[in-house]
Every structure is written in C-alpha cells, then in structure tokens.
C-alpha cells in the first residue's frame, strides 16, 4: 500500500492522460516524502499517532487544495477503507469523514460512487468479498461522520439503498449495515423521514419485531412521524399479550449485543419512554421486565434489567419509584452484589452508583424522591444486612431535607426493626444450607443494627462540609446514649428516651455501637471543629459529650448506665469535672488543653470500664495539680526538692496504660500530652518506656523469649567466628546430608514425643500384638483380643490427638501475645518519637541509643512478618533520620563525658562484631553520633582542669588547635577505639564494615582522619590479601579527594604524605599484570586508580616529587599487560595505565585494527576476491569506490585492499610496499600490532615518508627530538619532576586543550599522532 500507490492511475477519468502522468507522479515523489507519511500514521493503532497523523494531512492539502495531492489522498483514503487489516478501516473512515467535513466544495456524490466502483459487489472476487463489504459500509460511516450527508438528498438516499443491499450479508456484517441505518435516519429532518419511510421501514409486524434494529426503526418514527407511520401500518399495540413474548426475545438479542460493550441498548430506553408516554409501564415493567428478561437466567438480560432500572429512575415518579424498587429487579441485583465477591467476576454495583448519583444530583429539589430511592436501596437486605456499602458516595448528592429524613429513618429502623418492611432475600448457596439460625429474626436485627450505627458514622465522616452542626450533634448523641444508658421512661428534657426499643440491645451489639461511638469520636476530635469552637468561645465536642452524660447521670430516674456507677466512681466523675473547669481558667498553660482532652477521653472510658478509668482520672488529676503547680511556685519548689517531680513517672504509665488500647485516638491524645511533659522527663520515667521496648521485660520473661536472646547471642557469635570454623562446617555439610532422611521423618512426627511411644509400646505389648523372637510359634490374635486392642488404641490416639490441639492452641495463643506486643511496642515508638522531635538537647535521648540498636538487630533477624517490618522501619525511621540526622543535640553533658567515650568503644566494637554490613551501619551511626555529641558540648570538669593547667603554667595539650578540637571529646581514646576498627577492616576475612562508613567518619571529624591515615597507608601493601588492599587503596583515593582532610594538614607534611603513598603504590605495581585471581584484578585497578587521583592531586597543588623508579616500574609491565590484554576486566586496567602513561609523558600506541584486516587480503588470490565479491549495492557504486579518477586500481601491485574515502592515502604510508623490499607474501599476522614500544623499530626510509606526509598534512615535527634519537626514555628528564616535563611534551601538553575540546580532533587527519607513534617505535 505504499510505494505502489503513486504509481496506480490516480482516477478511473485519468487513464487517457498518459503523457502528463508521469510527470505529477515523479513530481509527487520528489517533494512530498512526508506527504506519503501521513497515510502511514493513520492506520497506526495509537489514537494520539492518527489524530496528529490526519490533523497534519488536512493542514498540508489546505495549502494546496487544487493540486494533485488532494485526489491522490482521496484516493487513497478510499483505498484504505478495504484493506486488510481490520483495526485499520475505522482509521482510514474516520480521516476521509474528517477530510470531507474540512473540504465542503468535494462532493459526496462522487465520493460515494468512487467508492462503489472500487468496491463493486456485483465484480469483486470471492476472496475479496469482505473487504468489499466492509469497505461501503466504512464508506458511508464517513459520509455520515462529516456531518454533511443528511444535507445532500440524493447521497442520502443512495447510502440508504446501500446499508440495505449491505444488510443482506449478515454473516459478515451483521447487523451494523441496520444500526448505521438507524443512526442516520435519527438524524434527518422529519419531512425527509416521511418521505423515505415506505423505503425502509416493512409494514409487516413479524419483520419488525424479528430483531432489534427493525424495532428501532419503527421507534424511531414512532418518535418523530407518529402520523405517517400510523397511515402506512396502522394501529400499533406493542405491549399487547401476543407482542410481550416478541419483545423479550428482541431485548435478549439488544442485551448480547451490547455484551462487550457494557451499555444500555437505545431500543430498550426507547421502548421504556414510549411506555410512560402511552400510560403503559406498569405493564412494560411486569410483563416484559420482571416476568420476561428476568426469567431468562440469562446474566446480559439481567444486566439489562439493571441498566433499565437506574436509567428509569430520573423518569418516574414517586409512586412508580416505589413500585419498581419492591419488586423482583431491585431483589435480583441485590443477589448479584452478594454473589459477585470474586475479583474475575463483573460487579454492576459501580454502575448502579452511577445511575444513583446521576439521579440523586439532578432532583435535588426534590427530597421525596430522593428519600424515597436511598430507602429503597437501604432496604435491600440479605438476612437483615442491606447489600449498599456503610460508606455511599452518592449521599453527597442529598439536599438538608432529604438527609435529614434518612437520618430519621436510620434512627427509628434502629429502635424498632420492621424486617416485614424490608426487601430481603436468601442466595442459592444460603437457600441450599437451609441451617435454621440463618433465618433467626435476633440475627437478622443485629445485623441491620450494626449497620445503621456504622451508616450513621460514615454519613458524619463524609458530609461534614454539608450536614448541619445539629444534625452531627445529634447522630453522636444517639451512639452515646445508646452505647451505655438504658431509658426507665420517656422525658422531655431528653430527647433520646421519646422513642423505646422494640427488641432490646443485646450485649453483642452494644459493643459495636460502642466501638462505633469512639470511632465518631475520633472523626469528630481530630478533624471537625465545631463553629463556636472555629470562633474561639465554643467547647470541643468531647467536652459537649461530656456534658451530656452528666445531664444524664443527673437524671437517674429517667435513664440508667448498663453498668451502674459505684460512689467512688462517681466522686471521680464529678472531680474530673471540676478539674475540667479549673483547666477552662485564661490563665492555664497551653498544656492544659492537651490535659484536658485527657481527661475527657479517660472520662468517656469510665461508662465502658468503670474500675480501670477510675484509677486512672484520680492519677491523672494528681498529676494535672502538681505540673500546673509546679511553675507557680517557682524556683521555691526546686531548693527544697532538687529532684524532678514523680508526677512525670506516673503520667507516663498512664499513657502507656492507654497506648495499649486499639484506639486510634487514645494513640494521638498520648502523643498530644506526652509533648507537653517530654520536657519534664526523668531517667525512672524514660526507663518505663524503654521497659516496653526491651523484650526481656515486656514478655513476661517467656521461655521462649529466653530461647530467642540465646539464640540471638549464638547467631552473633556464630557470625563473628564465621571465617574460622568454615573448614568445621565443610565436613558437617556431609553429616547433615546422610542425615537428611531423618530429619524429613522427624518433622513429619514432630507432634509424636517419646512418652507417647512408650504408650504405644505398652499397650501393644499388654495386648500381644507385638511378638518377640520367641513368638514366632504363637497362634494368632482372637477376635475379642483384636477388639480389645483396637478400643485401647483408639482410646490412646484420641488422647495424643487432644494434646497435639492444645499445643497447637498454645502456639496460636503464644503467636497473638507476640503479634500484640509487637503492635504495642509500635505505639510506645510514638513517645520516643516525640521525645526526640520535641526534646532534642536532653541528655535522656542519648539513653534511646543501644535500646532503639536493640530492636533493629532483633527485628532485621526475624523481619518475616509484616509487624515486625512496620516496628523495624518505624525505629530506623526514628534512629536515623530524627536522632542521628537531626540539627540539634545534647550540648550540657555534665559528667556524662567518660561514659560516653566508653559506649562510643562499645558501639564500634559491636559494629564490628554484628553479621552483615546492615546492622553494622547503624552501631557505626550510632557511634558517629556521640563523637557529634561529645565535639560539640561542654563539661564542667573540663573546663575547670583546663582554667587550673592554665594558672598553673601548663599546657593543657594534647588537645589539637584549631575548632575541630572544640569539646570535651578525647582524640586520644577516640583514634585508638576507631583504628583497632579500621586495622579489623583492613585484616578480618569477612568484616561487616564498609568504605562508606570511614569515609562517613574522615569527612565529619577530619582530625580522626589525619590521625588514622598512616594505618590506613600501612595496609596498602604487605601480606595482606589482595582484598583488603584493594579495599585500602578505594578508601585512600576517596580520603585523599576531600577537603576537609585537606584543610588539616600543612604543604610540607601533605607533600610528605603524598610521597609515602606514591612509595607503597610503586610497591603495589611491581606486580601489574600478574594477577591471577578476581581480587588481585581488583587490587591492581585500585592501585592505578590511586595513582592517578595522585597524579591529578598533584597537579593541582602543583607539587614536586621523583617520579623516575615509577616509570620504570610502569614501563616494566606494559609487556604483561600487553599479553593480557584479551582476559576478562583486562580493558579497564589498560585504561587506567595508559592514563597514568600520559600523564607521565607517554603515549599509548594506536592499535591498527584496519590494517591486521586489509593486509592478509591482500595476500588472497583473485579468484578468492572474486568470491567475496556478495553485496547489495549496486554495481556502479562498487566500481567508484574500488577505482581512481583515472581507472587505476588505487593499490599498486595488489598490495592496498579496497578503500573507501581518505583512508586510501594513509593506508598507503601505513602498509609496506614492494619497493621497500618487504613482499607482501611475508606480512605480519592479523592481530599482530604494528606499532607499540615493545615491538622493533620500522626502516628509517617508511619513518622519513610518514614525516613527510605528517608534513603534508600540517601537522608539525618535534623541534626537541633530532631523528637519530636511539632511546625512548630520553625523552624524559633524568629525575622524574611532575612539573618539569621535558620541552616537547610540556609544550604538547600546553597546547593541547581539554579533553573536551580536543574531542573533535578525531574526526581530523592523524597524521600527527601516527607520526608520534612512528617515531617512538623507531627506537630500540
């Protein structure tokens, strides 16, 4: 279809004009290549790609509208409408539809008859006959797309005659010719309809219910030519009896139509409006609905029914809303939402909320409707539970009056439960059951109870913008009142006890109202305020509901508690009040909200656990009074009891005691009050919540808690002494597999114990059965014996079968305490989070270190499950990003100085000691935290000693000048912990530190670092392994680019140090290239990589240092490195000598790969060039590349292969000629490299042209170097000086520019460099 088409005729008129073809077509052609593009992109299957693809055809021909361009895309858009592939007709339509529409002066006549003459039915071949037929229908789509057809008279009535003769294929087509049909006439003015009416429509009944196509045809001028349509067929009853079966039967047809589709078919919403208009839909509705689709079980009519229901909604009224939402539709789809839980099965509920929302947000001004559907579908239940979720989104759609009506209906459904009233049902699995407590009434009004109460919580939790404030006020009221209090009688001061319940609430149920309450009041504290509170006079509405229990436990005689307060509790009670009045005083301390809401909390608590909130508001008021108290009083309080106050202990086991309810809001109350106090801290009070957090006294000491420490300890050691009992477990390796069908048979048995074999033994024993060696000649078992027998075992079995259920009880209850303490010590985190975020200078957070390193080894050893994941990233969140990242620590650590330096020892020896470099981080972390902590606080016994060494006329050395000896940390102490930690990393096989971690530690105290070099230095060579040095010489690359090492050392002692590397790296590279193992590969890059971040260190400190024994050291090796060179990594380490060749002066010699290939061509003879000659150029480029302007071969003497461009003429100074004495029959091998230092120098006669040619080229010689220079290393002074290069290489290395810039000189002659190479392969 593409470089064909241009050179097909352009039209059936055009074949006559055969001179001036040629012409516009290779015009065509030569200008208009994107042109051609356009038709490509069409039929692309990306949208985007076509409907750029068609804007930019449509841009191109409008500015050209009357050239050529515009038939041949005619042409071959019309083409394109048959074509094969069928994803690309729609494609190929929708562009000439939008083609047309730009271009109105085309006309659709001529189009039309183009395409019936390209498509001829009647002279197509059998194959093509499809293509055909899909090629008019496509055709006449896109005349109707363009919006132009309805207007043109004739086109219409030809396409019309069309789409009939089309519709006649139904194997092909189907019934699409009849539905673009249907399209097309709904468009049409109604005089143009009556005309063509007779045309298209049978007055034969049978025919137009015979599918769904025809009836809409017959609904269609039911709509527009009600006359006209009743003088051609008369009188028409559709929903008579003889006509209801009919319609059934073309609405299953409509319904798997649309199967793939998932819509409502347009006959079926047509056939619904013509049966509210003639006054017929309740018979509509029962009979062809209910009574007809519903009674297919046929899925595609059901949903049919479905999308009938909700497209019907907006169009009834009350009356018949009612009607249709108690019958068998709205019954049958709540069987569906029930059924339908699988996630391959289709769920039509997402549709359904559609239709309700659309239907609900367009009557808004009308709330009976809308009550009167949110009812209905409420309604819908199975076995008491409604089929809508609790959280509706389309109740957003409710206006005040409706929602206050439902909320109504909720509430009094709630109290008095109508199941009659209910639309309820029971699933074919539940049907089949048949257990009778499914249909127990208790069940079912428990269900729907919890439902409500749920309902009414989301309605608060999703309409608070729109709900009333009243209204809010009054769903939370109602879960209050009935989550804890029982009506005696009716008052009207309260109005909750107006209305009784019809069943009373069982006690399950009053816990799910209760657990519904405090979830209302959790939404209600932590996201919605009320007005008066938004103001700044009004209470919070924990304090509002407050109040309202008060009022009433003040009307005991109306209503009771469900569980009566004693007189302590109601002394509590009332003093919790009057705490709450002292705390409203203006002058309270901010903190006193947070005490307040405490108390409202702890008070709400105390109608669902009397005993335990009672204790609770008395600790909690004792400790509001002493923090309240405390700042009054002043400084007076402290010099009488310098220690902190209790009250902060007992607070914070009063938050731990709430923490460990599964209450959301308890959980930010805690964290609320707990920021208020962090303040106050004391070390017993933080030891409470560290308590929580060390397994060894939050488990309650278990035995297997015992066995986990043990075990923790036997894998750490295991870890530490992995290198050395390798060997040990090599040849337990073999033990473990000949044992391994024992271990198969003892976890397969593993609930059997040895007592219980002993049972086994015993009672076959006592009956007989199992026989000795003496048994042999005993007579078998009897009957009553085997009886005997059987009862015993069975007896014995059931009884192991008992103690196998309770230790596996046991497990699953031991698994739930774990899985709750894990879940609490997750909430404790919280304080410790807070502790650190809002108290960061207190000198308690140094106490969270080793506790928060002990939840993160535990929980990175058995992290399989998911709490143990949420605990183990919530404390690394905690310890590294807030604790050891944070801008602000301790800075008073009074005479804390001496501990600390001790545990920075033990952190990093514990660092050193854990089983992988990921635990290990964090105790390194940790230990770079204190080294923070003591560098930058001050001590008071440090100064004092240093003010008394000052009057006293010492020297308070040795602490270093300068400010990063500021502090009280010990340089001394600390240089010793981290050497014995870095010597340990350069030494231990299989060390858990890493590069990082010292690097991390060189950059933050550069100090430590330039004590720590001379170690680190010291490991680089020796008889270490080649691992470690190569790990020493990364660190000492990284170590040595930093600035802050830098800023601490002087010019003479850095210079110093640059010289004592370069010496051990010269020592590490006496060996290059003679690495036989993966890690002596990677000590030797290391090396060289080191090498040259001191080359590029001096350079730019510009220092001076010998760099002759390095030479020879490098020059020594190239040979190795050269024979290597093919073995794997091999290409880097080349790299990286040659970068340090050039720095020191030397080139890398050019490989002519081209050349090891063209000279053994050479060497072929004719006949095998003649065979080679397989390509698919064609043959007049082959011979102008293969010959000279003149028609000589461009190689003499057969000596050049064929070339191509200028590479002809350098080939010629690179390959030895005839002339020179070398016959071409004795040329080196391929691969050999015909330039290097290693290999003899070339006649001076082939080195004297190659200068020339250099010459020629403009390339300059060497005005240092005469041409009798014998020795390579003459090139280079005889003491080595980085910045004393000799003349010509430093005038080289001047001139050159950066790498950058000089990038684009490969693409230049390199006659220059050639010639360099040249010329150091000259000498010996």
Request: charged share 25%; aromatic share 6%.
């Amino acid at each position: 279809m593409g470089s064909r088409e241009p050179t097909q005729p352009l039209s059936p008129g055009d074949a006559t004009q055969n001179s001036a073809r040629p012409a516009d077509r290779h015009g065509l052609l030569k200008h208009s290549r994107e042109f051609l593009d356009f038709f490509w992109d069409i039929a692309k299957p990306e949208q985007e790609t076509r409907l750029a693809a068609t804007e930019k055809l449509l841009e191109y021909l409008r500015a050209r509208p009357k050239g050529s361009e515009m038939k041949y895309a005619l042409k071959r858009l019309i083409t394109g409408l048959g074509v094969g592939r069928e994803t690309a007709r729609p494609c190929y339509s929708l562009a000439l539809a939008q083609l047309l529409q730009s271009f109105e002066d085309l006309p659709l006549c001529s189009i039309l008859q183009q395409i019936q003459e390209k498509y001829d039915l009647h002279q197509v071949k059998k194959s093509m006959v499809r293509p055909a037929l899909f090629a008019n229908l496509f055709g006449v789509l896109a005349l109707f797309q363009s919006g132009r057809l309805v207007k043109d008279q004739e086109t219409l009535r030809k396409s019309v005659k069309l789409l009939q003769a089309l519709a006649q294929y139904q194997n092909h087509l189907q019934e699409q010719p009849r539905k673009a049909l249907v399209d097309i006439l709904s468009e049409v003015s109604e005089a143009t309809l009556r005309e063509m009416l007779p045309e298209i429509l049978s007055t034969d009944l049978d025919v137009m219910l015979s599918c769904p196509e025809q009836l809409g045809l017959f609904l269609l001028a039911q709509q527009k030519v009600p006359s006209r349509l009743k003088k051609l067929v008369g009188s028409v009853n559709l929903f008579s009896d003889e006509n209801v079966p009919r319609l059934v039967n073309v609405l299953k047809m409509a319904a798997s139509s649309v199967k793939k589709e998932r819509r409502l078919p347009a006959v079926a919403l047509e056939l619904l409006r013509l049966a509210l208009k003639e006054d017929k839909f309740l018979r509509f509705w029962k009979g062809v609905v209910e009574q007809g689709l519903l009674k297919l079980q046929f899925w595609p009519a059901s949903y049919l029914c479905f999308r009938l229901l909700g497209a019907a909604l907006p169009l009834l009224t009350k009356e018949q809303l009612q009607l249709v939402m108690r019958g068998d539709v709205i019954r049958h789809y709540g069987e569906h939402t029930c059924t339908a839980k699988l996630p391959n099965q289709f769920k039509f509920a997402p549709e359904m909320e559609e239709y309700v929302g659309t239907f609900l947000e367009g009557c808004r001004d009308d709330p009976e409707r809308q009550l009167a559907v949110l009812v209905a579908f409420s309604s819908t239940t199975n076995h008491g539970l409604p089929v809508v979720p609790t959280f509706w989104r389309v109740v957003r759609f409710l206006s005040p009056q409706a929602l206050q009506g439902y909320v109504a209906w909720l509430q009094g459904m709630f109290l008095q439960p109508d199941l009659d009233s209910l639309i309820d049902f029971s699933t074919n699995n539940q049907k089949k059951a048949q257990d009778a407590w499914l249909h127990v009434p208790e069940r079912a009004v428990f269900r729907l109870r919890k439902w409500i109460i749920l309902r009414l919580v989301s309605l608060v939790d999703s309409l608070h913008l729109e709900m009333e404030e009243s209204l809010m006020e009054q769903v939370a009221r109602f879960c209050l009142f009935h989550s804890f209090f029982v009506t005696k009688k009716p008052t009207s001061q309260i109005p909750e006890t107006r209305q009784q319940l019809s069943l009373p609430l069982e006690s399950q149920a009053r816990e799910a109202v209760s657990s519904a309450f405090f979830s209302l009041l959790q939404t209600l504290s932590t996201q919605f305020k009320p007005a008066s509170e938004q103001t700044g006079g009004g209470p919070p509405w924990t304090y509002r509901l407050v109040h309202f229990a008060d009022l009433l436990l003040n009307h005991s005689h109306s209503v009771t508690p469900v569980t009566p307060l004693t007189a302590q509790q109601r002394q509590a009670w009332d003093r919790m009040l009057q705490t709450l009045k002292e705390l409203e005083a203006p002058s309270s301390e901010p903190r006193a909200a947070a005490f307040q809401h405490l108390l409202l909390l702890v008070g709400i608590h105390l109608f669902k656990s009397p005993t335990e909130s009672c204790d609770l508001l008395g600790d909690i008021q004792t400790c509001i009074r002493k923090s309240l108290g405390e700042r009054r009083r002043g400084s007076r309080t402290k010099a009488i009891d310098p220690q902190e106050p209790p009250w902060v202990e007992v607070l914070v086991e009063i938050l731990l005691a709430l923490l460990a309810q599964p209450s959301h809001l308890m959980r930010q109350v805690a964290r609320s009050v707990f920021g208020h106090v962090c303040s106050h801290l004391t070390p017993r009070a933080l030891q409470l919540i560290l308590d929580v957090l060390n397994p060894e006294t939050s488990e309650d000491e278990d035995d297997h808690v015992v066995v986990t420490d043990e075990s923790d300890e036997r894998w750490l050691k295991a870890a530490e002494d992995k290198s050395e009992d390798s060997e040990e477990n090599r040849g337990s390796e073999s033990e473990d597999e000949s044992d391994g069908g024992e271990s198969e048979e003892e976890e397969r048995d593993g609930d059997v114990d040895q007592g219980f074999r002993e049972q086994l033994m015993s009672v076959l024993q006592a009956g007989k059965a199992l026989g000795g060696e003496e048994s042999e000649d005993e007579e078998e078992l009897g009957d009553e014996a085997m009886m005997a027998l059987d009862q015993s075992l069975a007896s014995l079995f059931a009884e192991q079968k008992l103690r196998i259920q309770a230790r596996r009880d046991e497990k699953s209850r031991l698994q739930k305490e774990k899985a709750l303490r894990r879940d609490f010590q997750i909430r404790v985190l919280d304080l410790v989070e807070v502790l650190v975020t809002k108290q960061p200078e207190n000198v308690l957070v140094l106490e969270l270190l080793e506790p928060l390193l002990g939840i993160i080894r535990r929980s990175l050893r058995s992290s399989s499950s998911k709490q143990e994941q949420d605990l183990l990233h919530k404390t690394a969140r905690i310890f590294t990003h807030h604790l050891c990242r944070g801008r602000r620590y301790c800075h008073d650590l009074g005479d804390r100085v001496e501990a600390l330096h001790g545990q920075v020892a033990r952190l990093v020896e514990q660092a050193g000691r854990q089983p992988d470099s990921s635990t290990a981080l964090y105790h390194f972390n940790a230990s770079l935290y204190l080294l923070r902590v003591l560098k930058g606080s001050t001590a008071e016994g440090r100064v004092h000693e240093t003010q008394e060494e000052l009057e006293a006329g010492t020297d308070p050395s040795p602490a270093p000048e300068g400010p990063q000896a500021a502090g009280c940390l010990d340089l001394n102490l600390a240089m010793h912990v981290y050497s014995s930690a870095l010597s340990s990393f350069l030494t231990k096989r299989h060390s858990p530190l890493t590069v990082p971690m010292f690097l991390s530690l060189f950059s933050r105290h550069p100090v430590l670092c330039k004590s720590l070099l001379p170690v680190l230095i010291q490991h680089i060579t020796g008889p270490g392994r080649p691992r470690q040095q190569a790990q020493a010489c990364l660190l000492l690359q990284k170590t040595l680019s930093m600035r802050e090492v830098r800023s601490c050392f002087q010019d003479p002692e850095w210079k110093q140090l640059i010289g004592q590397v370069l010496t051990k790296v010269t020592e590490n590279l006496r060996a290059l290239g003679e690495a036989q193992t993966k890690a002596e590969h990677q000590q030797a890059l290391s090396s060289l990589e080191l090498l040259n971040t001191l080359f590029r260190t001096c350079k730019h400190e510009k220092l001076t240092l010998d760099l002759t024994v390095l030479l020879g050291v490098l020059q020594g090796q190239q040979q190795g490195l050269q024979q290597g060179a093919h073995s794997t990594g091999s290409s880097r380490l080349l790299d990286l000598y040659w970068q340090a060749m050039k720095t020191l002066g030397v080139q890398r010699p050019k490989l002519e790969k081209k050349d090891a290939k063209e000279i053994p061509s050479a060497t072929q003879s004719p006949i095998s060039r003649k065979r080679k000659k397989k390509g698919f150029l064609p043959e007049t480029k082959k011979r102008k590349k293969h010959t000279s302007e003149d028609g000589t071969p461009a190689a003499t003497g057969g000596s050049q292969p064929p070339g191509t461009g200028r590479k002809r003429n350098r080939t010629k100074a690179k390959v030895p000629a005839r002339a020179n004495g070398m016959p071409t029959t004795k040329s080196p091998a391929p691969g050999t490299p015909t330039l290097s230092p290693s290999t003899p120098a070339k006649s001076p006669k082939l080195r004297k042209n190659n200068q020339k040619l250099s010459q020629m080229n403009g390339a300059p010689g060497s005005p240092t170097k005469p041409a009798g220079q014998k020795h390579h290393h003459e090139a280079l002074p005889k003491k080595g000086v980085l910045d004393k290069l000799p003349p010509s290489t430093l005038a080289r290395k001047k001139a050159r520019p950066p790498l950058v810039i000089r990038s684009p000189s490969l693409l230049q002659s390199g006659s220059k460099k050639k010639k360099a190479q040249l010329r150091k392969a000259g000498k010996p």
